[in-house]
């Protein structure tokens, strides 16, 4: 009688041990499918910076003192603006501030002003581009403005359709001759699990349709 008591109980042991082992195995398959779907930042080469200014671009340059002055100039197609004082000045392939030191020196070799304060802020990069296509509203190319991002790039695009795969958008870049291509969680983005995405000239976003 002892030894089927005993039996009972070691069998009854070896079951209990058994649905704990499967219970482990359960718990952890569920953990590592959370950690599987926490969001990863997305990795790209950092942005290259290019200020400098091409035809079509829109920059704001103020003169102290001088508020009745334009304000907002347009590289024209020669890579000049015309400015009040000085008249035609080319900017093409300039940054910012060395407009800002060619006006300053002509308006003080035409003796025009004794010691000019100038400022100069770029409005719009519109020799630099982006492209934007698959499912958004307003698909194609876009001027790259200053700061710019992924998502403030989808909502100039009119934003995505109803068809987006929002889990799945692809960003192209090409730098130092290699393209790389990166898959984006919009919705990642835009619910604060990851940063935005800065973009740089040439960038190209594509939003695929989602499966059916």
């Known amino acids: 009688?002892?030894?089927?008591?005993?039996?009972?109980?070691?069998?009854?042991?070896?079951?209990?041990?058994?649905r704990s082992a499967a219970l482990v195995g359960v718990v952890g398959l569920l953990v590592v499918g959370c950690v599987a779907d926490i969001p990863k930042a997305v990795s790209l080469p950092p942005v290259i910076e290019g200020s400098t200014l091409g035809v079509g671009d829109v920059f704001v340059m103020v003169i102290v003192g001088e508020e009745k002055l334009p304000v907002e100039y347009t590289v024209a197609p020669d890579?000049?603006?015309?400015?009040?004082?000085?008249?035609?000045?080319?900017?093409?392939?300039?940054?910012?501030?060395q407009v800002t030191d060619v006006v300053r020196q002509k308006l003080i070799e035409g003796q025009f002003l004794t010691n000019p304060s100038v400022s100069v802020e770029i409005k719009a990069y519109n020799s630099k581009r982006v492209v934007v296509a698959g499912e958004v509203k307003v698909a194609g190319s876009m001027a790259l403005e200053p700061g710019m991002t992924l998502v403030r790039a989808v909502s100039q695009a009119g934003g995505l359709?109803?068809?987006?795969?929002?889990?799945?958008?692809v960003l192209k870049r090409t730098s130092a001759g290699k393209t790389r291509a990166v898959i984006v969680d919009y919705d990642a983005i835009t619910n604060n699990q990851i940063p935005d995405v800065?973009?740089?000239?040439?960038?190209?976003?594509?939003v695929p349709q989602r499966p059916f």
């Open 1 to 18: 009688m002892k030894t089927l008591h005993a039996l009972a109980a070691a069998g009854l042991l070896a079951f209990t041990r058994r």
């Open 79 to 97: 890579g000049s603006v015309d400015v009040p004082y000085i008249h035609r000045i080319k900017v093409l392939g300039l940054e910012p501030q």
């Open 161 to 169: 359709t109803s068809l987006a795969r929002k889990s799945a958008v």
């Open 198 to 206: 800065p973009l740089q000239a040439g960038d190209t976003i594509f």
